[in-house]
């Protein structure tokens, strides 16, 4: 068991001392020192206290080494994410991890979104995944890049490198924001979307190029969603030929109004 390896992370990661944690869980301090020492064994009560305390099942103190876990999985711990709390409801990921256990971020590339439709829950199949690093982004998240084709998303070129991080709690997702989205019939697919879990659970997909219509895909659809962060491409975005145009059209209404200007200056008046 990890229980005494694991009060001792867990009051060290919130940076609190013994005598914090005591006053808390109304223990004496020399019980919870005993606890983390492994000089005495706690009783049920004891346990419930400390699993209330860190939001973490007795379960888990018991069985889980969290030292072991990155910090991805711990910020869920955290979070609420805890299976043994929340049940089979919880959207458990397959992940990977550095040599320093640190959250990989997998490499989805296009020849290989059939495999990840059928295997994106097998921690085997993830593990052949290309991996890498993006120093400026949370250890505390998760983060997958998924390779996007076609023109639908345009101006984001067709073949951009899209990096979304990991969304568990899909009531949170927030209208007009982008997202990836592993459908169990069309695969990966990069949209703006409308929230309608609670009122009908279904999301509304729109694209951002105004030729494709919108379409209603139901929740019990879904396997995995992921928060568009950023993206990375080759190629320039292409430029909008209608914001052009409103931009001469503006100018020339401009150039326009400085002629009267003008014509009104020299002859004191449009009317004389």
């Known amino acids: 068991m990890y229980f005494s390896s694991n009060l001792k992370f867990l009051r060290k990661r919130k940076g609190r001392t013994q005598d914090e944690v005591a006053y808390n869980i109304e223990m004496k301090r020399s019980t919870l020192s005993g606890y983390e020492n492994e000089v005495s064994q706690p009783n049920i009560e004891a346990l419930l206290a400390f699993s209330k305390y860190y939001g973490i099942s007795i379960d888990t103190l018991l069985k889980i080494d969290l030292s072991k876990l990155s910090a991805f999985h711990l910020s869920q711990l955290e979070n609420g994410a805890d299976v043994y709390i929340t049940g089979s409801k ?85 209208d007009r924001h982008a997202y990836v989205v592993l459908t169990m019939d069309d695969g990966i697919v990069f949209k703006v979307i409308e929230n309608r879990i609670q009122a009908n659970g279904a999301l509304i997909m729109h694209s951002f190029n105004p030729i494709y219509n919108p379409y209603e895909i139901p ?9 568009f962060i950023n993206y990375i491409s080759s190629e320039l975005p292409k430029p909008n030929s209608y914001n052009e145009n409103l931009i001469r059209s503006i100018e020339t209404l401009k150039n326009d109004v400085e002629k009267i200007k003008k014509q009104v200056g020299q002859t004191g008046g449009l009317f004389d």
Do not use: C, H
């Not at 989805?108 to 085997?124: M, Q, T, V």
């Not at 929740?219 to 928060?227: G, H, L, M, P, V």
């Open 219 to 227: 929740i019990t659809e879904i396997k995995e969603i992921w928060k």
């Open 90 to 174: 919880i959207r458990v990921l397959a992940t990977t991890v550095d040599s320093s256990n640190n959250e990989n971020i997998e490499l989805i590339p296009e020849k290989a979104k059939a495999g990840y439709r059928s295997g994106f829950a097998d921690p085997e199949y993830i593990k052949t995944l290309q991996t890498f690093q993006l120093p400026f982004l949370s250890r505390e998240k998760k983060y997958r890049t998924f390779q996007i084709s076609g023109d639908s998303m345009l101006p984001i070129p067709d073949g951009s490198w899209i990096t979304g991080e990991f969304v568990q709690n899909w009531k949170l997702l927030r």
